[in-house]
């Protein structure tokens, strides 16, 4: 089994799904984020749609809030599903990591605009699949110059399509 190890964060996993590229310049601390118009809307809905609700800081892992009460909820706020295996997967890295500490919870993907909610839980299979996901991210990482990047209809919108495309 691979342990859990404190340099792989939810969101490099979260970009393992969407873009390589983007992968290994936001773990190179080339972060853009800041200048997304997609990442500010995104903050603004999870505040509007959840405004009690409090975040979550573990080592290196930020859960949007959590929910007590006969068992440990996750939940994350995600704008659409357009990026649906993303969400789960960091999500799963979430309960993965938690449940390496001894802590067993379960996650809920919540999709306040569409007014939608996935249930999120971790067995073999999944755990097998991210595992694998881990080791390839750390791969990538190590690369010494950034992987070739590969066009996708949501390129344009990125905040990191100037090092891509332009660069």
Avoid at 22 to 30: I, P
Avoid at 112 to 120: F, G, H
Avoid at 129 to 144: F, R
Wanted: glycine letters at 4%; charged letters at 25%; proline letters at 3%.
């Amino acid at each position: 089994m691979l342990t859990v190890e404190s340099s792989i964060t939810g969101v490099q996993v979260n970009y393992y799904f969407i873009c390589k590229t983007k992968l290994w310049y936001f773990s190179h601390y080339t972060t853009m984020e800041h200048t997304s118009d997609a990442v500010l809307l995104g903050k603004l809905i999870h505040k509007k749609s959840y405004q009690r609700a409090e975040g979550l800081s573990i080592d290196r892992i930020n859960i949007d809030f959590i929910e007590r009460g006969d068992e440990i909820i996750l939940h994350e706020v995600k704008k659409s599903k357009s990026m649906e295996k993303a969400h789960i997967f960091q999500l799963l890295y979430y309960l993965y990591d938690l449940n390496q500490k001894g802590i067993k919870a379960t996650g809920v993907i919540n999709y306040p605009v569409i007014r939608r909610r996935e249930t999120v839980d971790l067995n073999p299979d999944n755990v097998k699949e991210l595992e694998a996901v881990l080791g390839d991210i750390h791969e990538i990482v190590n690369l010494k110059s950034p992987p070739q990047p590969e066009r996708k209809k949501y390129c344009k919108k990125c905040s990191y399509y100037e090092l891509c495309w332009v660069v």
